[in-house]
């Protein structure tokens, strides 16, 4: 809605404002004073973290599981180029499907990876992934269903290669495998 402009004073109510109002004393213009200077900028939560940082190295609190334990896993079957190996370690495969052996002992987990690869190459796959966990809680042999694993998938002929997972699909907790195509 558009504003009108206001209505023209006329001089009987200028006259009328003027007896209402008084005497009026004029004010002198007095020039404000200069603005007071800005604090520099405090970087507490800098300060915070900083003076934090000698108490949480002392603490070291880590989570154990975080950590990578054992060594990659790696197999390229004799006759495939060395390219198809560094592909599958950089997660250039898409994995298609993954069982997670998880909470199995080694028979149960070994008679799953055989039904599972079954599947997978029934269904035509190229790329699956095995969870096998890193054995934290394994005694001192060692991660029990990883080197389970790894025995298993070399004496396979229908695996062409396999790979300790990216860190974001499992690191060395699980393994890409690369399955032959059917002929």
Known sequence: ?????PAPISADDARL????????????????????????????MFEADEAAVP???????????ALEVGEE?????EGYPPKLL?????????????????QMNAAAAQASIADFLAEAKQRGLRC????????LRSKAAGPVLK??????LRRRDDVVAFASARPALG?????VVLLRHPR
């Not at 699956?128 to 054995?135: D, E, S």
């Open 1 to 5: 809605m558009p504003r009108r402009p």
């Open 17 to 44: 404002f003027r007896e209402a109002i008084g005497a009026v004393r004029r004010i002198d213009v007095v020039a404000a004073p200069p603005p007071t200077p800005k604090p520099e900028p405090q970087p507490r």
């Open 55 to 65: 108490g949480e190295l002392l603490a070291m609190a880590f989570d154990p599981a």
């Open 73 to 77: 896993l790696g197999y390229l079957r």
């Open 86 to 102: 560094r592909q599958l370690k950089r997660g250039q495969f898409s994995v298609q499907d993954e069982i997670d052996l998880h």
């Open 128 to 135: 699956v992934r095995i969870v096998h966990g890193k054995g």
């Open 147 to 152: 080197a389970l694993t790894d025995r298993l």
């Open 171 to 175: 690191g060395t907790g699980a393994v």
